[in-house]
Antibody
Framework: QVQLQESGPGLVKPSETLSLTCAVS?????????WGWIRQPPGKGLQWIGK???????YYNPSLESRVTMSFDTSKNQFSLNLRSVTDADTAVYYC???????????WGQGTVVTVSS | QSALTQPPSASGSPGQSVTISCTGT?????????VSWYQRHPGKAPKLMIY???KRPSGVPDRFSGSKSGNTASLTVSGLQAEDEADYYC??????????FGGGTKLTVL
């Protein structure tokens, strides 16, 4: 059974970088699939952040592209999200997920709450 | 791209059917057969219920079905059960490797 678990600081100061990691178990991330990040701001719907392919190719939401970087750590079977220059608007529950080639997310993490505040 | 439009709430009695709509544009829902639906219970991870508009993953009851007409996709839950009470989100491929989600629908089983 594929399982994903997000981890990272729950509180980030404005203008700093939000860094999250998603640990994957039950599947080797270098075996295939895309691996993505989705977030949900308070009171709003889900928002696509982007995805990374096991080959290293990345695809980001154009509205966030200038601030986002995703990467792999295959030795630890995990992938990461960095979001730079955060503001209050980046406060959200952040989810990681496995993404198929036809763009559905078949396995998700439980989500981690990140608050941007000084 | 703008979020897909879903009704904020839907409800039905046990045994009844309920349909949740998801309206987009010709650049997302209407342009691709890559619509998926997710169920999320409070505090739990979202669960894939429907993918590629009409397909059900293994283990999802056949009470759940998906369809699409033009720029609007729909999720129908037949034979409502108490455990179906949850938030439901639609998602569509929107081109250039981007996805767009709906705002979510809270389904209440009366």
């Amino acid at each position: 059974q594929v399982q994903l678990q997000e981890s990272g600081p729950g509180l980030v100061k404005p203008s700093e970088t939000l860094s999250l990691t998603c640990a994957v178990s039950g599947y080797s991330i270098s075996s295939g699939y895309y691996w993505g990040w989705i977030r949900q701001p308070p009171g709003k719907g889900l928002q696509w952040i982007g995805k990374i392919h096991y080959s290293g190719s990345t695809y980001y939401n154009p509205s966030l592209e200038s601030r986002v970087t995703m990467s792999f750590d295959t030795s630890k079977n995990q992938f990461s999200l960095n979001l730079r220059s955060v503001t209050d608007a980046d406060t959200a529950v952040y989810y990681c997920a496995r993404v198929s080639s036809s763009s559905y997310c078949d396995y998700w993490g439980q989500g981690t709450v990140v608050t941007v505040s000084s | 791209q703008s979020a897909l439009t879903q009704p904020p709430s839907a409800s039905g009695s046990p045994g009844q059917s309920v349909t949740i709509s998801c309206t987009g544009t010709s650049s997302d829902v209407g342009g691709y057969n890559y619509v998926s639906w997710y169920q999320r219970h409070p505090g739990k991870a979202p669960k894939l219920m429907i993918y590629d508009v009409t397909k059900r993953p293994s283990g999802v009851p056949d009470r759940f079905s998906g369809s699409k007409s033009g720029n609007t996709a729909s999720l129908t839950v037949s034979g409502l059960q108490a455990e179906d009470e949850a938030d439901y989100y639609c998602c569509s491929y929107a081109g250039n490797s981007n996805l767009v989600f709906g705002g979510g629908t809270k389904l209440t089983v009366l």
